[in-house]
């Protein structure tokens, strides 16, 4: 289950700059590898895509493996285009979807 | 001078005999030894120096087959070229478990000329591709931040798709202490 997404905008930004968006969610990014004490395998259960959309647009996106360590972390970097708000959104294995919208202080 | 007896010098392959003779007498001894579980319980203290001295002259570092075919899978016969990429990772990861990695590459950024994706891969975990990152114009710098698994010593690599179709590469060796759990 992915919970409490965390994101890290800039406090404002003028249009034209060039800015660091950094997020992180609770995951335990089970790579389908590891063993329970009885020795029966753990069902793999990772976040496998992140998508990053600001106004409607989709402006990054990551493509997750299990090598990605529990709690993921992204940063990524983006010209602010105008003023927006951002949209992150997470897929899991299970096919379930945390999606967190954040607005950016454009100035 | 320091004659070495060529029965215990390790530098000197020993003959099918002597191999024999080697093997019965350890045998002999664990049949023999009342301590035989002690010296079971010693062993594994053992080891830990053992694993030390074995990563203080680092042979050429294996790359499992699977990160071999999905690198193949990547390359599509083309030749990437090196340094566009700035990899960065601590050179000794403590803890497999959560090695932070930053990927930059030069590049303009603009509509013409831009980094398409960056791939990053592992060459010795259970999965080599780790993440694919997709990137476009808007993203003005093409720097991504992460944290990954290492299973164990082994290198990390990162390749950069560009717009015009070419491949770029970085190759960075990281030491881990404690391996991140099977990832």
């Keep these: 289950m992915a919970t409490s997404p ?102 | 001078m320091l004659k070495i007896n060529p029965r215990i010098d390790p530098m000197i392959k020993p003959g099918p005999e002597e191999i024999g003779i080697s093997i019965v007498s350890r045998r002999a001894f664990a049949v023999s030894a009342s301590g035989a579980c002690l010296a079971s319980l010693l062993a594994p203290a053992l ?54 990695v930053t990927i930059t590459v030069e590049s303009p950024m603009t509509a013409e000329d831009y980094v398409k994706a960056i791939h990053l891969l592992s060459t010795a975990n259970p999965v080599a591709r780790v993440a694919s990152f997709k990137l476009s114009p808007i993203n003005a710098v093409a720097r991504v931040q992460s944290r990954m698994r290492l299973a164990k010593t082994q290198d990390v690599i990162a390749l950069a798709e560009m717009s015009n179709g070419t491949l770029a590469i970085a190759t960075l060796l990281v030491k881990v202490t404690i391996g991140g759990c099977a990832s």
């Design chain 1, 6 to 107: 965390r994101i890290k905008l800039p406090d404002s930004a003028k249009t034209g700059d060039i800015i660091e968006v950094k997020t992180l969610i609770t995951h335990v990014m089970e790579t389908g590898n590891r063993k329970d004490k009885d020795g029966k395998p753990i069902a793999r259960n990772i976040l496998n895509t992140f998508v990053a959309k600001f106004a409607d647009q989709e402006v990054f996106r990551a493509e997750l493996g299990p090598g990605i360590s529990a709690n993921p972390f992204l940063s990524f970097q983006m010209r602010v285009p105008g003023p927006g708000t951002f949209e992150f959104s997470w897929t899991g294995d299970n096919g379930a979807v945390t999606v967190e919208t954040t607005p950016l202080n454009v100035v």
């Design chain 2, 47 to 100: 080891t830990p120096s053992l694993g030390l001295a074995q990563t203080s002259d680092i042979p050429a570092l294996t790359r499992s087959p699977q990160f071999e075919e999905a690198f193949a899978k990547l390359l599509n016969g083309a030749t990437p070229a090196d340094g566009k990429i700035t990899l960065e990772l601590p050179e000794i990861a403590e803890n497999g478990n959560f090695v932070p």
